[in-house]
């Protein structure tokens, strides 16, 4: 892991992110396999409560509480799952579409976004598959954790709870990384492999299991560089918004005009829009190492092999 090139990889991941700005719509959707946080820069999920019906506090009033908005439940849920699936479709052409303009890059030199929709449709479903396992994975696994927790909780065994709680979080958060990593090294057997889905399944999780440790480290160096441009994010739209504030102050100083409520809703679109660009280079480029770091194990795999196979074959010397 020592001689691992981190550095020289992200390095390449973000030039390739650069050299292809046309791919950074479709980074919208791969957003949820790495880069979920990234949607709390753009959004504040609270202003979405006010949708949803009160749900009461007494256990005893559940029952009348479904009987009366069960129509209303039904309704999200089914509009929930829908998204859910659409959103997973999508992102699954996106990023086969990414995937394979890392295979293309520097052989198709006429690349460009549609053409690599188009090929990415060779890959699409068994991508979906992936993702749609992957989400299905952690669900399960919080549901199976959380469970016996609200049990202990809803009985009166608080501090029971609590260290069933602590010993969840120890069991999920490796689960939840091995998954991860299992995830992006299926998904790149699949496109960059051109693998089917069972085997390539099989081989990320051989991947992630011989290079647990190794990927660990790739997606603490990913959390890194996140976290450094999230920071610089913030301190951009801070003196974003202060430039803002002063111009507005000037147009009330200078043309006695006040903007009011139409200066906050041009900064909320303009932090919307920069966010959302934010968010989708983050994705694209976070993809891109995945893949640039899952073929230099591949690469290793191979010299491991080729290295194995040539000490086989050397005659054994008779004494």
């Known amino acids: 892991m020592k001689n691992f090139p981190f550095k020289e990889i992200a390095k390449r991941a973000l030039n390739f992110t650069y050299a292809h700005k046309w791919l950074m719509p479709l980074g919208l959707f791969i957003l ?6 990234a949607w709390a820069i753009i959004f504040d999920q609270s202003s979405m409560v006010s ?9 005893a009033m559940v029952a009348d509480f479904i009987a009366l908005h069960g129509e209303k439940i039904a309704g999200l849920l089914l509009l929930g799952i829908a998204g859910a699936i659409f ?25 460009n976004l549609r053409k690599s929709i188009r090929s990415a449709e060779h890959y699409a ?5 992936l993702r749609l396992a992957n ?16 049990i202990l909780f809803s009985k009166g065994y608080e501090q029971k709870a609590l260290v069933l709680s602590v010993i969840g979080l120890l069991i999920f958060i490796p689960f939840s ?11 790149n057997f699949v496109v960059q492999g051109r693998m089917r889905l069972k085997p390539a399944i099989a081989a990320g999780t051989d991947l992630a299991a011989k290079y647990w440790l190794l990927s660990l480290a790739q997606t603490l160096w990913s959390i890194l560089l996140y976290t450094l441009a999230s920071i610089a994010f913030a301190l951009a739209v801070s003196v974003a918004g202060l430039f803002l504030k002063g111009l507005v102050f000037l147009a009330d100083k200078i043309f006695t005009v006040s903007l009011g409520i ?58």
């Not at 479903?125 to 598959?129: D, E, L, N």
């Not at 989400?135 to 609200?150: C, E, R, S």
């Not at 990384?177 to 998904?187: D, G, I, K, N």
């Open 262 to 319: 139409l200066s906050d809703v041009v900064g909320l679109v303009l932090l919307a829009i920069v966010g959302l660009a934010f968010a989708a280079v983050v994705s694209v480029w976070e993809s891109t190492f995945w893949a640039y770091t899952w073929q230099e194990l591949v690469r290793r795999e191979k010299s491991e092999q080729k290295t194995a196979e040539e000490i086989e074959a050397v005659p054994e010397v008779s004494k």
């Open 51 to 59: 949708f949803m019906p009160a749900v009461p506090e007494n256990p």
């Open 135 to 150: 989400a299905a994975l952690i669900v399960l696994a919080l549901a199976l954790l959380a469970t016996p927790i609200f």
């Open 125 to 129: 479903m068994r991508v979906f598959g």
């Open 32 to 37: 949820g396999q790495g880069s979920a946080d």
């Open 87 to 111: 959103y997973l479709i999508v992102g699954a052409i996106s990023e086969s579409a990414v995937l394979d303009t890392v295979v293309k890059d520097g052989v198709d030199k006429k690349l």
């Open 177 to 187: 990384f091995f998954v991860s990593f299992v995830f992006h090294y299926a998904v």
